[in-house]
């Protein structure tokens, strides 16, 4: 029976290094131990053994019929050890793929910065990304997570919020000069309001204007499937959009964009969810460490 007190595996560990080093100091460098030091652990494990395994009285290390034995079984249960290990490991690491679908905006700005970082901490999930603004069905397009802006449905999703965004109403300089700065909401009805073609809850551009809420809705000459191309049409000077500030933030600071009716949109701000199927035990640990990631590094407001 070994005795607790003896680390087998360290002893076979160094012995199998000597011999591949071709020597007891080329060993003790690659361990960051003393040349005696590694002397004596071999002559503890001779002594253990009750075998010479190495004669020592060559200029060179010379293996006896023992220690080549010894080597060469060492060799197999140290590669053993190690995949023992690694199998344990990747047990217990999440692994597989994560299906995604994430509005275009959040997606660009926010989530693909994000992924490198992601993936660096699990390099054994793989993700399989869709950027869409339209709303998907989880089940129906085997979405494990969607990210979805704007106010939640009733449903049988879980959801976990990300964050809450200030909406701006924006401009390029150029359109502005062509046009003129709009001073009211009801100045809008002189611009062109850039809107999107999809279904959303709101009905409209929410202002509120001495206390008192309206609506405005975009009926300018293009709407677009998705926000990242009405921020394109406005970068353009085709005319207004109402944007995410993570779409815009940089916009506004080089002057690409300007901001447009601020006083009247201070409230205006739309939340962000990552929605999915389960909780709990039932969640696969691939999805549950991506919702972690999304909570912790891709909060928004």
């Not at 993700?127 to 089940?139: A, P």
Request: aromatic share 6%; charged share 25%; with cysteine.
């Amino acid at each position: 029976m070994a005795r607790l007190d003896v680390n087998r595996s360290g002893e076979m560990e160094v012995f199998v290094r000597v011999v591949d080093l071709g020597g007891f100091s080329a060993a003790a460098r690659h361990f960051a131990m003393t040349p005696s030091a590694v002397s004596k652990l071999v002559s503890r494990l001779e002594g253990r053994l009750n075998a010479r395994l190495v004669n020592r009285s060559t200029r060179r290390l010379q293996l006896t019929p023992e220690g080549c034995r010894y080597y060469e079984h060492g060799v197999r249960v140290l590669a053993n050890l190690d995949e023992a290990e690694s199998v344990a490991a990747l047990a217990d690491s999440p692994s597989g793929r994560v299906r995604v679908s994430c509005n275009i905006p959040f997606g660009r700005h926010v989530l693909l910065p994000a992924l490198p970082d992601f993936l660096g901490l699990y390099p054994n999930v793989s993700l399989d990304l869709s950027l869409t603004d339209s709303v998907v069905d989880l089940l129906e397009d085997r979405a494990d997570i969607a990210i979805r802006a704007g106010p939640l449905k009733n449903s049988a999703l879980m959801a976990r919020k990300l964050g809450t965004v200030k909406m701006h109403i924006a401009a390029a300089p150029g359109y502005i000069e062509r046009r003129g700065m709009p001073r009211r909401p009801e100045d809008l009805q002189n611009h062109n309001l850039l809107g999107p073609n999809y279904v959303r809850a709101t009905g409209g551009w929410p202002f509120l204007d001495g206390g008192v809420s309206l609506t405005i809705k975009p009926a300018g000459s293009i709407q677009a499937s998705d926000g990242e191309a009405l921020r394109e049409l406005a970068l353009a000077g085709a005319g207004l959009a109402r944007l995410a500030d993570f779409q815009v933030r940089e916009d506004f600071a080089r002057g690409a964009l300007t901001p447009v009716l601020e006083a009247f949109t201070a409230t205006d701000s739309e939340e962000v969810h990552a929605v999915f199927l389960g909780q709990g035990g039932h969640m696969p640990a691939r999805v549950r460490v991506l919702l972690d990631f999304l909570a912790a590094r891709c909060r928004v407001g």
